[in-house]
């Protein structure tokens, strides 16, 4: 017997970890038939993770740790006896193939399902809403990974020294990014200027550093995009890009992946980026970035 099967519905609490420098959250976990939904204590949806993604990575007589990724960089620890034998017993024993017969009944309740539930989201703004509230941080560069390793054979490599890294974490921290919500690539072959991918991932073109004289423009599309970060910009044009069917399927955790279909989205306009002197960097870290793609 699978998880799906015995364990219809399960709620348990568990401490939730967005990423390995965020501060445990205590969180309700919710077991359903394809997903496992964490919640804040006021009913609020925080993320959610398909079944088929979960991952152990440590296990103890007290505790479990869960995640997505092999990594961990996001994990869920939990010391319910039930919740923990519940997603182990998915890990180990996936859903075999069911009949014909149950499978026709199973297309035909989704197929009712999608359509009482597009009655209420289709002609409703806040479907996007609810989408954007159930993607974490982490999340959003999973959604983006495919694209961007095909992005970078085609415009990269990604230009990286010790220094150049160095100089663009003590920007970062001039500018109050203690969360780390930008992480900016230096790629050699890209023609656009700049690209904010959701996530934060700021790629920005060797080109620009060579064509541009001071580093001003660099360091005021730094606060322009920071901001954009902070309210999930990327992501919310992300979402945009999607159908309402895939939106709709998402929700319903039967589609896990986004597709970027344009990347006129994410090109950062730097004629609307607003100036100012506020922050200065030294001639050494500017020609440092500059310098980046000769090493």
Not at 167 to 176: A, D, F, P, R, S
Not at 256 to 269: A, E, G
Request: glycine letters at 4%.
């Amino acid at each position: 017997m699978t998880a799906l099967k015995k364990y219809t519905r399960l709620e348990s609490t568990g401490l939730w970890f967005e990423s390995p420098t965020s501060e445990p959250m205590e969180v309700l976990v919710s077991l359903g038939k394809s997903t496992v939904v964490l919640y804040d204590y006021e009913d609020t949806p925080l993320t959610h993770w398909s079944l088929a993604t979960i991952k152990l990575i440590s296990k103890t007589d007290l505790i479990t740790v869960f995640s997505t990724t092999q990594d961990g960089l996001e994990k869920l620890e939990i010391d319910d006896k039930h919740m923990t034998e519940a997603l182990l017993n998915f890990i180990n024993n996936p859903a075999k193939s069911v009949s014909n017969k149950k499978l026709l009944r199973r297309l035909l309740i989704l197929s009712f399902l999608f359509s009482i539930l597009s009655l209420f989201l289709i002609a409703s703004p806040r479907l996007t809403n609810l989408v954007e509230t159930i993607i974490s941080d982490h999340h959003q560069i999973q959604l983006v990974e495919p694209y961007l390793d095909k992005y970078l054979e085609r415009n990269g490599p990604v230009c990286a020294s010790l220094s150049a890294t160095t100089v663009l974490e003590n920007i970062l921290l001039k500018l109050g990014d203690k969360d780390k919500k930008l992480n900016i690539k230096i790629i050699k072959k890209q023609n656009i200027n700049a690209i904010h991918l959701p996530g934060g991932t700021l790629l920005i073109s060797n080109q620009f550093f060579q064509r541009s004289d001071t580093a001003s423009p660099f360091l005021n599309i730094l606060k322009a995009e920071l901001l954009n970060a902070e309210n999930r910009t990327p992501l919310k044009n992300l979402i945009g890009q999607q159908s309402t069917y895939n939106l709709i399927k998402f929700v319903l955790g039967l589609e896990t992946t986004f597709s970027i279909h344009s990347i006129r989205n994410f090109r950062v306009d730097i004629s609307d980026v607003k100036y100012s002197n506020d922050i200065q960097l030294d001639d050494f870290s500017w020609v440092t970035l500059q310098n980046a793609c000769l090493n």
